[in-house]
């Protein structure tokens, strides 16, 4: 008779397979500009790949997922926390693992951003500007953080520049997408703002831009234009070879908002959009402006 022993388990990808991963995740699935350029450390881009692979894939957790989200999303915090035990098998948490271990990286920004995802499922429209920023320091401003943490920069006053231009981001793509929001019957507009403006619920439902509603769009848009003013402080405090990267999380954020405006903050009957030959030419700008240091 012939005893076995438990079957040894399988192996997981190795360190490189993860990274690559990672990498063809994110470039499968990033947006408005690279996520990361030519000008970063290659040291360092495999990282910046795993962070976004962790930040997407957890949002369409949040978003997309079908079935259970909030299971789902319960899921990905125990998968996190055993990442942090060094329990590590799937490519996004072998790769997040190396980077989180090489720069020291804390749980509390991960955790924040898979709680506002929870946060998702339970609540659909904020009373107050502050209820809407107190979501953002759990979706926004926690990525910002990571970026600062792979890039080298753990004081507090970097941070806060980076979550300037964290929140900025997060108000413009909420502006750019309040139509297909309310198509999920979702609001992000403050009912303190909608109240303020007299614009009613209905008329974003009925996808009617109404004069009221484009004054509040107006009022909105020069919010997170005031936050990425403030942001932009932190493009000098980085290292040159990081500043593009930097900069354009900021610039794409301010061309949402452009795109806004030229549309007559009308985002209801058409999602305003960045066109592809503009995002080219702002990289390839900025990318000889940072290298001639202006």
């Not at 040291?43 to 989200?69: M, P, V």
Request: glycine share 6%; net charge positive; charged share 30%.
């Amino acid at each position: 008779m012939v005893v076995s022993g438990p079957r040894p388990r399988p192996a997981g990808p190795t360190r490189r397979q993860a990274f690559a991963w990672c990498r063809e995740y994110t470039r499968a699935h990033q947006e408005n500009f690279a996520v990361v350029t030519w000008l970063l450390p290659r040291e360092l881009r495999l990282h910046f790949y795993a962070i976004y692979a962790f930040c997407r894939s957890t949002d369409d957790l949040g978003d997309e997922a079908e079935g259970d989200r909030l299971a789902l999303l319960n899921r990905r915090e125990r998968e996190l926390r055993l990442c942090y035990e060094g329990m590590r098998d799937s490519p996004l948490f072998v790769a997040l693992g190396a980077t989180i271990d090489r720069f020291a990286i804390p749980s509390d920004p991960f955790l924040r951003l898979i709680e506002a995802n929870r946060m998702d499922q339970r609540k659909s429209r904020f009373a107050t500007y502050d209820d809407l920023l107190f979501y953002c320091e759990h979706s926004a401003t926690p990525v910002g953080r990571m970026v600062l943490y792979v890039l080298g920069y753990r004081d507090d006053g970097r941070q806060r520049l980076a979550d300037a231009t964290c929140l900025g981001l997060q108000l413009a793509n909420f502006w750019q997408d309040v139509g297909v929001d309310a198509a999920k019957g979702r609001i992000y507009v403050p009912q303190e703002d909608l109240a303020r403006f007299g614009v009613d619920e209905s008329e974003l439902f009925g996808r009617r831009a109404s004069p009221a509603f484009r004054e509040l769009m107006r009022f909105e848009v020069g919010k997170a234009r005031a936050l990425f003013a403030e942001g932009a402080r932190l493009e000098r405090l980085v290292d040159r070879r990081a500043r593009l990267d930097v900069r354009l999380f900021r610039l794409g954020g301010e061309a949402v908002l452009d795109a806004i405006e030229a549309a007559g903050y009308d985002v209801l009957h058409e999602r305003p959009t960045i066109p592809r030959v503009k995002r080219a030419w702002m990289a390839l700008a900025n990318a000889v402006r940072v290298k001639t240091g202006l």
